[in-house]
């Protein structure tokens, strides 16, 4: 464990629960099918599920990455948040940075304010981007031990 994710269990923002390889490998598919599916929305008009898309497939990676070592987030605010924090405590690739501005413009296109701009066609070509890096580190650590 990592200092962070001691932290965080300490805090009950992670509970521990038995180790599920094979869970965390079928998320890692769904992962990666919701990054193709994003990447077929990208020529659409509608940004949002194209986004959307993007953004639920990098962080499912992320939770297979803890399902693999048998963590969990707990439902509490900044779950998601807390799912790309302690991610990062296991996987240490650079990519796993960009989860937190998705997670922003993921929050204000679910959440229109006019003080926050809803998800652009940029937004989406960048979120694909970023969603293939982090899918991409985040399988290789969960099928490492394959």
Same mark, same amino acid.
């Given at each position: 464990m990592t200092d962070i994710v001691d932290q965080m269990l300490a805090n009950r923002r992670l509970e521990r629960v038995e180790k599920?390889? !094979?869970? *965390?490998? *079928? +998320? +890692? !598919? $769904?992962? !990666?099918?919701?990054?193709? $599916? /994003?990447a077929l929305l990208a020529d659409t008009d509608d940004h949002a599920m194209a986004f959307t898309a993007a953004y639920d497939g990098a962080r499912k990676a992320l939770v297979a990455v803890l399902a693999a070592e048998g963590l969990r987030v707990r439902p509490v605010g900044g779950a998601h948040r807390n799912t790309g924090i302690a991610a990062a405590g296991f996987v240490k690739d650079s990519a796993l940075g960009e989860f937190e501005w998705m997670r922003q413009v993921r929050n204000a296109t679910e959440?229109?304010?006019?003080?926050?701009? $809803? *998800?652009?066609?940029?937004? +989406? /070509?960048e979120a694909i981007a970023a969603a293939v890096q982090i899918v991409d580190v985040c399988a290789e650590y969960v099928r490492r031990d394959g």
């Open positions: 599920n390889r !094979e869970h *965390a490998l *079928a +998320v +890692v !598919e $769904t992962s !990666e099918r919701h990054v193709r $599916t /994003a959440y229109p304010d006019d003080d926050r701009p $809803t *998800a652009t066609n940029q937004d +989406v /070509a």
